[in-house]
Structure formats: C-alpha cells, structure tokens
C-alpha cells in the first residue's frame, strides 16, 4: 500500500477483553514500531521490530501487552484483559531501516476505548 | 529514563505573526525529529537534525538543534492558518542501551493561527 495501514480506527471494548490491534506497513519496510499516544500527550514508545524479532521490548507496560510480527510485515499488538487506562491512540509506524536517522512513516492509529 | 520538555503547551496566534516553540532535555540526543500532528492522523515528519549548532530551514519553518544537543526550537515566520495542529519533538539516542528504534517525543504544543 502507498502508506500504513491501521485497523480498524476504532475499537471499543469492554473492560477485562482481549483486543487485536493490526498494522500494515509500507511495502519493503524493514523496521516497525508501536507507540500509544494518550489524550493531549505525545506517542509512547511501545516496541520497535526489526524484521521478524523485537530488537526493543521496553516500552510495554507489562505482559498484558504483547506484539507479534511473524512474517517481518503485517504486525499485530495483543493486549490482554484490558483496563480502561488503557484507552488511547495506538499509532504504528514503518520504516526502510532501523537505526539512526531513519524516517519513520507513521499510521493514522488506532483508537481504543476500554468501557 | 529519557525526556523531553515542551514549551509552550498551547499556543494562539494571529495569522501574521511569528512563534517559537522549544524542547529541552537534560539528555544529549543522537538526533532530534519534529513532527506535525493533526486530528485523527499519525505524526507526519518535518525535520530531523543531527549536528549541534545545525539550522535547517524548511520555507517559513527554521530549525536549530542546540550545541549540546540536548534542545531544540521550531520557530514559524509569519504564520498561517494552514500552521495549525500539534507540533511535536522527538528525540533518538543510544545511550544506556537504548535502541535507535526509540523515539522519546514531547508532550506537544498545540499551535492554532486565526484568521
């Protein structure tokens, strides 16, 4: 696709769910990120794939968040018995490469409200 | 634990007149991004610098990454309704461990140009 890809834009769900949060990057793109961005603040590092493997785990808040992606393109963030502080905007974004300077092409997110 | 401070939070102008805004850290940044942000989209690059003392300009947009690189300005020259929207910074470094992959942004400052 010509950008990335969220789905769905919106999700709503009930307190203790389960929820899948699906991203399609830019064709080619190497690198893939997840970030949260909470209402009237910037994104939230979640994780960061290089490839199929997580090259950085350490902005998920804990092992209710997990984050797969098996074939090195399409990933999907997991999160597990949700709680309504868990509402937010989760964006994801792709790029070439990893490492510095690269330019990373962000998706219009994801936004999750737990009831 | 990286951060990054923004300043002004919220910012309302008339079109014409010229603002800055500034992103400060105590951490010494590899490079630094800024980002425009509008509603119910991703944040969408401008600029990264990676040079202490480095100016980029981008038409009425100039950039400057601090000597230490540790902060940073945005300043718009005559702005525009069109300037409006959430302006963020982003940091990226590999200290203590840190992969490239993680962006540390700012809070945010919400730029609105009135007619």
């Known amino acids: 696709g010509a950008g990335v890809s969220q789905t769905p834009s919106n999700k709503v769900t009930e307190k203790g769910k389960y929820v899948e949060l699906r991203c399609d990057p830019i064709s080619g793109h190497t690198a893939l990120y997840w970030y949260r961005q909470s209402l009237g603040q910037g994104p939230e590092f979640l994780i960061y794939?290089?490839?199929?493997?997580?090259?950085?785990d350490s902005g998920l808040p804990n092992d209710r968040f997990f984050a797969v992606r098996p074939e090195g393109s399409v990933s999907t963030l997991k999160i597990q018995r949700t709680e309504r502080g868990d509402s937010a905007v989760y964006l994801c974004?792709?790029?070439?490469?990893?490492?510095?300077?690269?330019?990373?092409?962000f998706g219009q997110g994801t936004r999750l409200t737990v009831v | 634990t990286q951060l990054l401070e923004q300043s002004p939070q919220f910012l309302s102008i008339q079109e014409g007149e010229n603002l800055t805004v500034y992103c400060n850290s105590s951490s010494v940044f590899s490079s630094l991004q800024w980002y425009r942000q509008e509603p119910g989209e991703g944040p969408v690059l401008l600029v990264t610098v990676v040079t202490g003392g480095e100016v980029k300009k981008l038409k009425r947009l100039t950039f400057q990454f601090g000597d230490a690189r540790k902060d940073s300005s945005l300043h718009i020259t005559a702005a525009q309704p069109g300037d409006t929207g959430l302006y963020l910074c982003?940091?990226?470094?590999?200290?203590?461990?840190?992969?490239?992959?993680?962006?540390?942004f700012g809070q945010g400052t919400i730029l609105t140009v009135h007619p």
């Open positions: 982003a940091g990226q470094s590999n200290a203590g461990g840190t992969s490239y992959g993680k962006l540390t």
């Open positions: 794939f290089q490839g199929t493997g997580a090259a950085d």
């Open positions: 974004a792709s790029s070439s490469e990893g490492g510095r300077w690269a330019e990373a092409f």
